[in-house]
């Protein structure tokens, strides 16, 4: 356990092109931790983490375009990818064989997220439609209708009962899943909202947008309860802690920084990548942070427990 942020780990070209998208996942059969990264190269990559290290476990071929969003169910098991070529593709982690592609339209899917229960896939359109793919049947269940711009964020609040998605616009809509009703509008940003995460106990909402901010807001209420400043241009990703202490973001400026959910201040800043840092997570412990970007590089921190 380590009493202060550092970096613990570099892998550098780890892919052939921008990485756009990591996650990071455990599995529930045998604890073992998988990150998974994609790429403008149009490859998904599947890595072990074990003894403080990545290893090359998979490179999943499929994908005509680059890679956009990816996300791994929430027992371990499997992955899901989007791409410019508006596929989705389901992975087995186990294999490394693809399981399911789901034609989600011209030019239609760009994030995408597994439902908590791991039984959907949702995803943003260009329509600025949620569409919720199901795992099992690989094919579109429903939509909720943002009537809105271009969706390029989404995500399941932890408990199953809200979906968020961020327009290119800077509209934020909060859904009620069970009955499909758009609950919330937020208008805190007046650009794109490139990523946005709920604490794990589902009360906030975190927003990151081109506008450099990061807002938070109170979900039951749709009130903003703060806005973050600290990053020198476009927020790019953000990420919860398991702990519901602290989350992460990161930016074009190069940076990843860390914020105390409590006091809302910034308590760490990595300066590690060379280009813009398009994608961050936490581990399920939240003892590690993974960070990803233009530079091509995948980066593991190490934060104090």
Known sequence: MSTQYSI??????????????????????????????????????????????????????GHQLGVVSVDISHNGAIAASSSLDAHIRVWDLDSGKPIKSMDAGPVDAWSVAFSPDSKHIATGSHHGKVNIFGVESGKKEYSLDTRGKFILSIAYSPDGKYLASGAIDGIINIFDIATGKL????????????????????????????????????????????????????????????????????????????????????????????????SVKYNSKGSKIISAGDDRAIHIYDCPM
């Open 8 to 61: 613990l780990f570099k892998q550098e070209h780890a892919h052939d092109d921008a990485i756009w998208t990591a996650a990071w996942g455990k599995s529930e059969s045998d604890g073992s931790e998988t990150i998974i990264t994609g790429s403008l190269d149009d490859m998904v990559k599947v890595w072990k983490w074990s003894d403080e290290k990545l290893e090359l476990q998979w490179t999943l071929e």
């Open 183 to 278: 609950l919330h509008t937020l208008e805190g940003h007046a650009m794109p909202i490139r990523s946005l995460t709920f604490s794990p106990d589902s009360q906030l909402l975190v927003t990151a947008s081109d506008d450099g901010y990061i807002k938070i807001y109170d979900v039951q209420h749709a009130n903003l309860a703060a806005t973050l400043s600290g990053h020198g241009s476009w927020v790019l990703n953000v990420a919860f802690s398991p702990d519901n202490t602290h989350f992460v973001s990161s930016s074009s400026d190069k940076s990843v920084k860390v914020w105390d959910a409590g006091t809302r201040a910034c308590i760490n800043t990595f300066f590690d990548h060379q280009d813009q840092v398009w």
